[in-house]
T-cell receptor, first 114, second 113 residues
Framework: DSGVTQTPKHLITATGQRVTLRCSPRSGDLSVYWYQQSLDQGLQFLIQYYNGEERAKGNILERFSAQQFPDLHSELNLSSLELGDSALYFC?????????????FGPGTRLTVT | TQLLEQSPQFLSIQEGENLTVYCNSS?????LQWYRQEPGEGPVLLVT?????EVKKLKRLTFQFGDARKDSSLHITAAQPGDTGLYLCAGGRIKAAGNKLTFGGGTRVLVKP
C-alpha cells in the first residue's frame, strides 16, 4: 500500500459526459501528479500540482482540468468524454517538487467510455 | 519518439533464468527510478539511483545507473514467477518549475514456472 488513495476504482460512462476522479496523497506529500495509461501504452504525464498550485503540464487535453485543494487532495475533471479517453488514470504523490523525489502511485481509476 | 527507450519490450523466460532490462536515453537525468506494475494496479517504486555509475541491489534485483547518467539497467537473477510484471524506468530532472518524471515505454516480463 503506497498510501495514495484514489476513487472511484472503476467508472463507466457515456460519450459526451463529464466525470471527476479524486486522489488523496500520502500523508506529508505536497506534490500530486496525474497520469494516463492507455492499453499497451506507457504512462503519459498530464499535470502536476504542488501545495495547491499548478507546477508542470504535460499532454493534457483542454477538455481535462485538475485542481489541488487546501487539504492537498486533488481532483481530475474530464469533460466531453470520447471513446479514446478510456484508460487507467493514476495519481502519484511526492514530498517535494524537484530533485530525486520518488513518486508513489495510487491504485488508479479505470475509466471506460461507451 | 520516446525520450527513454526500454528494451526489450517483452521478455518471456523460465523460472530460474536471469534477465536484463535496459533503459536508454540521449538525455542526462538527475535521477532514475525503476517501477514494477502488475495488471490493473499502480506502479510500485523499486529503486532510485542518482549518481553516475551507481549500483543498487534489492535481493535478486541489481540496478545500475550509467556513468553519464543517460542509461540504466535492471538485472534479475534466478527469476521467479512473482517477478512477472511491467517494468518501467523513469527519469527525473531538477527543474525549478516542477519535477516531471519521464517514463519509458516499459518492458513486460513473464516468468514461467
Amino acid at each position: 500500500d503506497s498510501g495514495v488513495t484514489q476513487t472511484p476504482k472503476h467508472l463507466i460512462t457515456a460519450t459526451g459526459q463529464r466525470v471527476t476522479l479524486r486522489c488523496s496523497p500520502r500523508s506529508g506529500d505536497l506534490s500530486v501528479y496525474w497520469y494516463q495509461q492507455s492499453l499497451d501504452q506507457g504512462l503519459q504525464f498530464l499535470i502536476q500540482y504542488y501545495n495547491g498550485e499548478e507546477r508542470a503540464k504535460g499532454n493534457i487535453l483542454e477538455r481535462f482540468s485538475a485542481q489541488q485543494f487546501p487539504d492537498l487532495h486533488s481532483e481530475l475533471n474530464l469533460s466531453s468524454l470520447e471513446l479514446g479517453d478510456s484508460a487507467l488514470y493514476f495519481c502519484a504523490s511526492s514530498v517535494g517538487i524537484a530533485g530525486a523525489y520518488e513518486q508513489y502511485f495510487g491504485p488508479g481509476t479505470r475509466l471506460t467510455v461507451t | 519518439t520516446q525520450l527513454l527507450e526500454q528494451s526489450p519490450q517483452f521478455l518471456s523466460i523460465q523460472e530460474g533464468e536471469n534477465l536484463t532490462v535496459y533503459c536508454n536515453s540521449s538525455s542526462v537525468f538527475s535521477s532514475l527510478q525503476w517501477y514494477r506494475q502488475e495488471p490493473g494496479e499502480g506502479p510500485v517504486l523499486l529503486v532510485t539511483v542518482v549518481t553516475g555509475g551507481e549500483v543498487k541491489k534489492l535481493k535478486r534485483l541489481t540496478f545500475q545507473f550509467g556513468d553519464a547518467r543517460k542509461d540504466s539497467s535492471l538485472h534479475i537473477t534466478a527469476a521467479q514467477p512473482g517477478d512477472t510484471g511491467l517494468y518501467l524506468c523513469a527519469g527525473g530532472r531538477i527543474k525549478a518549475a516542477g519535477n516531471k518524471l519521464t517514463f519509458g515505454g516499459g518492458t513486460r516480463v513473464l516468468v514461467k514456472p
